[in-house]
T-cell receptor, first 110, second 113 residues
Framework: GQQLNQSPQSMFIQEGEDVSMNCTSS?????WLWYKQDPGEGPVLLIA?????ELTSNGRLTAQFGITRKDSFLNISASIPSDVGIYFC??????????FGAGTRLTVKP | ETGVTQSPTHLIKTRGQQVTLRCSSQ?????VSWYQQALGQGPQFIFQ???????GRGNFPPRFSGLQFPNYSSELNVNALELDDSALYLC????????????FGSGTRLTVV
């Protein structure tokens, strides 16, 4: 089963709203990553985080590597319809075992 | 274009049969991982190969095996297929030391009947 607890499971928001989702683990990770998956496709990397406390942005997306190394969050500002999809957090401890959360399904209403 | 291609895109097999799924990675990507993604779930780590040797494995039985070849291609083999093996199988690769995470293929949808 999944070792990462990702929440919320799903979100329904209006276009233009901000979104926040997070991921926690009982284990520490050396790398946290956030992916987005569209139907019929593999996950696409959004943001990678490599140091505890690191805050990184990619356009309207911002993610942070928790100081305890056991959590991470992803924020999306001013959502647009193409943000629809499933967002996954992933943690990697030793570069040979990347584990995924169960995903957050985002729906954006125009 | 992801640079990682998987074949076939869809496959239907009968319980008890064996299946081989294929992945072609980007040039220079000497690390490849395979994942199983059941409907509505996140990808589950099966195993990872580096320089043609397995160097990490998730909680999957030995009937899940793999191969990695020098030309950056790899295979996932599953023996004695079970109904629960029905899933999307994803291949992901990266260059060791590459700081940009894994690049995923679009997957092979396997249905076991």
């Amino acid at each position: 089963g999944q070792q990462l607890n990702q929440s919320p499971q799903s979100m329904f928001i209006q276009e233009g709203e901000d979104v926040s989702m997070n991921c926690t683990s009982s284990s520490i990770f050396n790398t946290w990553l956030w992916y987005k998956q569209d139907p019929g496709e593999g996950p696409v990397l959004l943001i990678a985080l490599y140091k505890a406390g690191e805050l990184t942005s990619n356009g309207r997306l911002t993610a942070q590597f928790g100081i305890t190394r056991k959590d991470s969050f992803l924020n999306i500002s001013a959502s647009i319809p193409s943000d629809v999809g499933i967002y996954f957090c992933a943690g990697d401890y030793n570069n040979n075992d990347m584990r995924f959360g169960a995903g957050t399904r985002l729906t954006v209403k125009p | 274009e992801t640079g990682v291609t998987q074949s076939p895109t869809h496959l239907i097999k009968t319980r008890g049969q064996q299946v081989t799924l294929r992945c072609s990675s980007q040039s220079g990507h000497n690390t490849v991982s395979w994942y199983q993604q059941a409907l509505g779930q996140g990808p589950q780590f099966i195993f990872q190969y580096y320089r043609e040797e397995e160097n990490g494995r998730g909680n999957f039985p030995p009937r899940f095996s793999g191969l990695q070849f020098p030309n950056y291609s790899s295979e996932l083999n599953v023996n004695a297929l079970e109904l629960d093996d029905s899933a999307l199988y994803l291949c992901a690769s990266r260059e060791v030391g590459g700081g940009d995470g894994y690049t995923f293929g679009s997957g092979t949808r396997l249905t076991v009947v």
